[in-house]
């Protein structure tokens, strides 16, 4: 907790750290820049490293992608699963699944189940019908998870068959159809600890536990992030050969371009950031839900109307006298676990404003950074303006007392921020390619060679030649 309040406090500090002192008016110059590039759809020759939609590839790349779109259906089902309360529905778990109840006496064999486990002792009162309802969400975000593994393992065995899946990538296919196959047993395991006998005694709203909870959603959004870099990595593939980044920067003198290319490494730094806070907020996120956290402490920018931080964050025992540990209070404890995703939030919203400006501060010099792409300048576009968006939306969640339908909406934008700060660092993946190495390399003076590229000799060895002074001519009268 001291570390989260600790990065939210340096958040703020993003932007001088990594622009120092500009003329805001030159920093608005510098945004607005941005937005024009990031607007436009430059040539080829001269728009930077992009995606290329026609190529040999781009079904396998499609595929891959759209495998992406519906994993983002498959989070967005499961988080509407468990706002109605409808993930504990089903008490069995098969690999394949199978059928639905069909005839009111399988619905009936089916309730009956569900009434000899700890969730019904809480929920007495429901009624058939209301039982069909939750199981149709269960059953449904299930088998959507089994289509999802259909459409990935059909075309890839196809693609593999025919020869279709570009050079190295056979790996990256292999560990997708890992992660994505692991997420039916995390899944059941994570349903087990709402099932279990232990907890028939348990007073508290049967749940299942926070921590599974956010390693299902985390394998999630892992899935969905890397089936995404995946398909962009085999959309830029035409764009990303060592001629076409030689082409693009070979005629910037190599001190500016070494300088240039500094700071294009220190802004996907920056974009890296962005993303891991994205990612540590979703997780946090899992486990207010799994908390049920959203809840409580309705009030903002303080937690309750009188403390800024409630005193429960720091509580070292709970109501019945029980020491709290620390891994109990990230994981368990309503006021901690809303806390910490306060701050992460924050902390993510201020980093990709502080990104952003770092960008303007670039594109506001007389000499604009070649780095920044119309590619690169969209997506920071995109990552500040869904970040800002994502964390006033989780304020107005709050403020509403969590309804399904904002907290629904407020778990896909938590895609829309993941999504446009992975593209950034993407975008921006050129600045370790070994074309750029070798054209800022020291050795190097540039000659002009054929195709209008340019070819290195070396400066040291021009220097420590003798240098032959002028002959001396004399007038005679």
């Known amino acids: 907790m001291t570390l989260l309040a600790t990065a939210l406090r340096n958040s703020s500090r993003i932007e001088a750290a990594l622009i120092g002192r500009k003329d805001p008016k030159s920093l608005l110059n510098g945004l607005g820049w941005i937005i024009s590039s990031g607007s436009t759809r430059a040539k080829f020759a001269n728009g930077g490293i992009p995606l290329v939609w026609n190529q040999s590839h781009t079904r396998v790349a499609k595929w891959i992608i759209g495998t992406s779109g519906l994993?983002?259906?498959?989070?967005?089902?499961?988080?509407?699963?468990?706002?109605?309360?409808?993930?504990?529905?089903?008490?069995?778990?098969?690999?394949?699944?199978?059928?639905?109840?069909?005839?009111?006496?399988?619905?009936?064999?089916?309730?009956?189940?569900?009434?000899?486990?700890p969730e019904f002792k809480q929920r007495k009162s429901m009624t058939l019908v209301e039982f069909q309802y939750i199981y149709a969400w269960e059953y449904g975000h299930r088998m959507l998870g089994r289509a999802v593994g259909v459409a990935f393992m059909v075309p890839w065995m196809y693609f593999t068959a025919r020869g279709r899946i570009p050079k190295g990538f056979q790996k990256h296919m292999a560990m997708l159809g890992f992660m994505g196959g692991s997420q039916g047993v995390i899944g059941w395991w994570m349903v087990k600890s709402g099932l279990g006998n232990d907890r028939r005694d348990d007073q508290r709203?049967?749940?299942?536990?926070?921590?599974?909870?956010?390693?299902?959603?985390?394998?999630?959004?892992?899935?969905?992030?890397?089936?995404?870099?995946?398909?962009?990595?085999?959309?830029?593939?035409?764009?990303?050969?060592?001629?076409?980044?030689?082409?693009?920067?070979?005629?910037?003198?190599?001190?500016?371009?070494?300088?240039?290319?500094?700071?294009?490494?220190?802004?996907?730094?920056?974009?890296?950031?962005?993303?891991?806070?994205?990612?540590?907020?979703?997780?946090?996120?899992?486990?207010?839900?799994?908390?049920?956290?959203?809840?409580?402490?309705?009030?903002?920018?303080?937690?309750?109307?009188?403390?800024?931080?409630?005193?429960?964050?720091?509580?070292?025992?709970?109501?019945?006298?029980?020491?709290?540990?620390?891994?109990?209070?990230?994981?368990?404890?309503?006021?901690?676990?809303?806390?910490?995703?306060?701050?992460?939030?924050?902390?993510?919203?201020?980093?990709?404003?502080?990104?952003?400006?770092?960008?303007?501060?670039?594109?506001?010099?007389?000499?604009?950074?070649?780095?920044?792409?119309?590619?690169?300048?969209?997506?920071?576009?995109?990552?500040?303006?869904?970040?800002?968006?994502?964390?006033?939306?989780?304020?107005?969640?709050?403020?509403?007392?969590?309804?399904?339908?904002l907290a629904a909406l407020h778990q896909l934008g938590s895609v829309a921020v993941l999504t446009s700060s992975l593209y950034v660092v993407h975008s921006l993946k050129f600045v370790k390619h070994p074309a750029l190495l070798k054209l800022i390399s020291p050795k190097a003076a540039a000659t002009p060679i054929a195709g209008g590229a340019l070819k290195r000799t070396p400066v040291v060895a021009a220097r420590s030649m003798p240098i032959t002074p002028p002959p001396k001519i004399i007038f005679k009268k």
């Open 205 to 405: 709203q049967i749940r299942v536990k926070p921590v599974r909870l956010a390693t299902h959603l985390g394998m999630a959004f892992a899935t969905y992030g890397a089936l995404l870099y995946t398909g962009w990595d085999i959309l830029r593939l035409p764009s990303y050969k060592s001629e076409t980044i030689t082409k693009i920067f070979a005629n910037i003198p190599r001190e500016r371009l070494s300088s240039m290319l500094q700071q294009a490494r220190r802004l996907r730094g920056g974009a890296f950031a962005v993303t891991g806070l994205t990612a540590a907020t979703i997780i946090s996120g899992a486990l207010v839900a799994g908390n049920d956290a959203g809840r409580a402490y309705n009030v903002w920018p303080k937690m309750t109307d009188d403390y800024w931080i409630a005193p429960e964050v720091w509580s070292s025992e709970d109501d019945d006298g029980r020491h709290n540990t620390a891994w109990y209070l990230s994981t368990e404890n309503t006021a901690t676990t809303q806390f910490n995703h306060r701050m992460l939030g924050h902390a993510t919203g201020a980093a990709a404003v502080g990104v952003m400006a770092f960008a303007s501060s670039l594109a506001a010099s007389s000499v604009k950074n070649a780095f920044l792409t119309p590619q690169v300048n969209r997506g920071l576009m995109l990552m500040s303006v869904t970040a800002f968006g994502q964390m006033t939306l989780g304020i107005v969640t709050l403020l509403n007392y969590a309804p399904v339908s």
């Open 71 to 117: 994993i983002v259906g498959m989070i967005h089902i499961g988080g509407l699963t468990r706002l109605t309360m409808s993930g504990l529905s089903m008490t069995s778990w098969s690999p394949l699944g199978g059928l639905p109840p069909i005839t009111r006496d399988e619905w009936n064999r089916e309730f009956e189940r569900y009434k000899a486990f």
